[in-house]
Nanobody, 121 residues
Framework: QVQLVESGGGLVQAGGSLRLSCAAS????????MGWYRQAPGKQRELVAS???????GYADSVKGRFTISRDNAKNTVYLQMNSLKPEDTANYFC???????????????WGQGTQVTVSS
């Protein structure tokens, strides 16, 4: 079993910054792709950014140039640095990881509990 715990959410004004963290723990052999998703009330959950084990990154068009995803493989942790925040960024942010479980060749997808980001105008 693997657990993902997010932190770093909060309330900021437009133009401000936040840094989200997601730490994975449990029966981890290795972690493949990790990503950050967000979901606003009444909206579908969307992928914000992703990063592979080799640290290749991808971003939604709406956050390119403003958000940066990174990871520390030794700590099994992924980060999302969010700059120049806009009210449209307001959402619950979820961490996701595709994990190769210890002593197994199968991968399992896990979700964190979520952390709220609110950007005021």
């Amino acid at each position: 079993q693997v657990q993902l715990v997010e932190s770093g959410g909060g309330l900021v004004q437009a133009g401000g910054s936040l840094r989200l963290s997601c730490a994975a723990s449990g029966s981890i052999g290795s972690i493949n792709v990790m990503g950050w998703y967000r979901q606003a009330p009444g909206k579908q959950r969307e992928l914000v950014a992703s990063i592979t084990g080799g640290k290749t990154t991808g971003y939604a068009d709406s956050v390119k140039g403003r958000f940066t995803i990174s990871r520390d493989n030794a700590k099994n942790t992924v980060y999302l640095q969010m700059n120049s925040l806009k009210p449209e960024d307001t959402a619950n942010y979820f961490c996701n990881a595709d994990v190769l479980v210890l002593f197994s060749v199968r991968s399992v997808n896990y979700w964190g509990q979520g952390t709220q980001v609110t950007v005021s105008s």
